[in-house]
């Protein structure tokens, strides 16, 4: 009898080429996905010891982590990411890889590019070295994040050294209320489980609320799974990735296309498979959530308050406070009417398409509040340009908004957009780490809407009370 | 990459859980070149004015020179930025003894020639309450060919590593070279994914007239 096995056993049992003598296993990769924080290391260090890049063809580069976001951008818009972006270029043109360098009209974050270009495929393997690789098993590819060390070894040899994960499946079961989106599930998720609870596993997201989502939600609850420290996480395709997927510019067409779907509607955890650990989570009474200190697990709906140091050990107390303190909250406050500082919607969490238009329909009519500073960044220039054609970019601008240039912006400041000191920042990403936007900026991480709601009150609301006029 | 066999140095305790890589390298500080040296724990490390903090355990003078970090649990979490990696090796540590690690900070420890130890349980109490109480006033000694911890305040301490991490760390072995021993198997799998599942084959944009 054949053992059960499931989604990520069929794609990682495929891309197995070899056991190595040290119990390490390598594994195929299909698709690698440079960008200009790291790769120009690579580049250098696979240059000294004289190897070539085995496959420049399944290889693409994109420009996003240090590139200013300022209309008009040149390499010296933000001077400390110029020598990143130039390594990036030379590198990328001595081994012959495709560039989506500035002013490439399809430029963007790495993973908001390769998904919408087609590059990412189910059942097919991803490399990027980014902790958020994983976005893209929302459309049933399995990718790994990795260091400089492994992305110059996937360089050199198309396949990664890696030890099998356990298993974990989380079951999202009920349905989402209005202005309950996949982030929210995600931080949810990331409350209960811990900043730590998925360490050593690969994650599969499964159940109704994962089957109604679009493939851009699916991509945002796929994105955070490495803040519960999961080695990746991933969804099974279903009609809903193939109908995203057909006709983007680089997936298969044709006769090729219709064997591949084939191949894909095989890709589905076996009825009787069994996963190292099992989550089910009901999502039906969710509400939009908030993080209030600075991890992503320390989040409350929006309803709620600052919790009181935990009862428990000295040393989560201590951590618990050091939180507060940093973020300048007592405990019992409640989350909503915090006054906002700053916005930002953007990163690879929250910046596709529909996240716009989530934004958007708040904005309509309405105007950021007196004293905030608010940012859009669309994902990718694609983003940017649907979103202009959709006219998203007046509501945003008449609104107040600054209208960016694509790149990962205010996600972590790699390209000098960050906040000052002591300033309350409501933001669309996905790491509210001390210090990550800026020295001193307390971020709170929210969905689109969410981050709309308390641009144009100036405070930390719950969305649904002012779209329902109650505000 | 530089072995690791043995290593005698004094230990820094630093006894927080879910040290992130944000706060042991700021992406905003890195800079092209590796000049790795500066970037660690910068923002924990200075004052808002700019000038040290005295306090902050690294720039106490009895572990500027440390070569152990102790600290707890998901140790290095967040970004996979193997700069975090690097500066403690600018730095001169090259073993950091955790309650655990984030997975992808491991791997890059064990990439560059830091050893990763995980000690969890009374066996981390034990070493943490000794590695406070030596005050950096005495060494601690690693020894990865017998999987020991030893130092003042105590017997030595077991610890457990997988073998291949083990067998890595100790021979300083070349992973790129290692692998590319294995170059027909690659060449082999891509030959019959090629008529398998030709799409993982080929990534070509449709749009492109000149290559199809």
């Known amino acids: 009898m054949v053992r059960p096995r499931t989604l990520f056993d069929k794609i990682w049992d495929a891309h197995r ?196 989502m679009t493939i851009e939600s699916r991509m945002t609850l796929c994105n955070l799974t490495v803040e519960m420290g999961a080695r990746t996480g991933l969804i099974a395709p279903d009609d809903t990735a193939f109908a995203w997927l057909q006709g983007r510019p680089y997936a298969p067409r044709g006769a090729l296309w219709d064997r591949a779907v084939g191949a894909w509607r095989r890709l589905t955890s076996d009825d009787d498979a069994v996963f190292d650990r099992e989550v089910a989570i009901d999502c039906s009474s969710l509400e939009p959530q908030v993080t ?52 930002f919607i953007g990163s690879c969490t929250n910046s596709r398409l529909p996240d716009l238009e989530e934004a958007a329909a708040v904005l309509r009519g309405r105007r950021v509040a007196p004293g905030v500073t608010a940012l859009v960044v669309p994902g990718s220039t694609t983003v940017k340009r649907q979103a202009e054609a959709a006219g998203l970019d007046r509501v945003f601008r008449d609104a107040g908004f600054f209208w960016g240039e694509s790149g990962c912006s205010m996600c972590a400041g790699g390209n000098g957009d960050r906040g000052r000191p002591g300033e309350r920042c409501v933001s669309t990403t996905n790491r509210n780490f001390e210090g990550r936007q800026g020295r001193g900026v307390r971020t709170h991480l929210v969905s689109p809407s969410m981050a709309a709601a308390a641009a144009v009150t100036g405070r930390i609301v719950d969305v649904r009370q002012l779209l329902d006029g109650g505000l | 990459m530089q072995p690791f066999t043995t290593l005698t140095g004094i230990a820094a305790p630093m006894l927080q859980d879910d040290i992130n890589t944000d706060q042991i390298a700021p992406v905003q500080a890195t800079r092209l070149g590796r000049d790795d040296r500066g970037l660690l724990f910068q923002r924990a490390r200075r004052r808002a004015d700019g000038s040290d903090d005295p306090d902050f355990v690294l720039n106490r003078p009895h572990f500027q020179a440390a070569s152990i970090l102790v600290s707890g649990h998901n140790f290095g979490c967040g970004s996979s930025r193997e700069g975090a990696v690097w500066t403690m090796i600018a730095n001169g540590i090259r073993c950091i003894v955790a309650r655990s690690f984030a997975d992808i900070y491991r791997e890059n420890c064990l990439q560059n020639g830091l050893l990763p130890i995980e000690l969890d349980g009374e066996a981390a109490d034990g070493f943490c309450a000794r590695v406070v109480a030596a005050d950096g006033a005495a060494p601690f000694t690693v020894d990865l060919v017998e999987q020991r911890i030893g130092g003042p305040g105590g017997p030595d301490i077991p610890f457990t590593i997988a073998p291949a991490d083990r067998v890595r760390l100790l021979e300083g072995l070349d992973d790129i070279g290692l692998t590319l021993k294995q170059s027909g198997d690659i060449a082999a799998w891509e030959a019959r994914m090629a008529r398998e599942m030709p799409w993982l084959q080929t990534a070509h944009d449709a749009r492109d007239t000149t290559s199809s």
């Not at chain 1, 399944?58 to 400390?80: A, E, F």
């Not at chain 1, 963007?108 to 690789?133: K, N, R, W």
């Not at chain 1, 600052?306 to 989350?335: F, H, I, K």
């Open chain 1, 17 to 212: 080429v070899a056991r190595r003598p040290d119990g390490r296993e390598l594994i195929y990769i299909d698709r690698h996905v440079l960008h200009e924080l790291h790769a120009p290391h690579a580049f250098e260090r696979l240059e000294e010891a004289g190897r070539p890049v085995r496959r420049p063809d399944l290889t693409v580069s994109v420009q996003d982590h240090r590139i200013s976001t300022l209309p008009g951008r040149d390499d010296l818009s933000n001077p400390d990411g110029a020598p990143f972006l130039r390594a990036m270029r030379e590198g990328s043109r001595r081994h012959g890889i495709r560039l989506f360098d500035l002013g490439d009209p399809e430029q963007g974050i790495c993973h908001v590019v390769a998904p919408e270009l087609g590059m990412v495929l189910p059942g097919a393997t991803h490399a990027v070295p980014d902790s958020h690789a994983p976005t893209v098993g929302g459309l049933g590819a399995l990718a790994f994040g990795c260091g400089t060390s492994e992305l110059e070894h996937i360089l050199a040899t198309q396949v990664m050294a890696l030890k099998q994960p356990k298993s974990m499946r989380i079951r999202l079961e009920g349905g989402l209320g209005p202005c309950v989106t996949a982030k929210d599930v995600a931080l949810r998720i990331i409350a209960e489980l811990g900043v730590a609870g998925g360490r050593g596993h690969a994650v599969e997201y499964a159940g109704a609320v994962v089957r109604a």
């Open chain 1, 292 to 343: 209030w200190g600075t991890d992503p697990s320390q989040v409350v709906g929006i309803s709620g308050r600052v919790p009181e140091p935990w009862p428990g050990d000295a040393a989560r107390q201590a951590s618990v406070q050091r939180a507060l303190d940093y973020m300048g909250l007592a405990p019992g406050t409640p989350l909503s009417g915090l006054p906002v500082d700053r916005v």
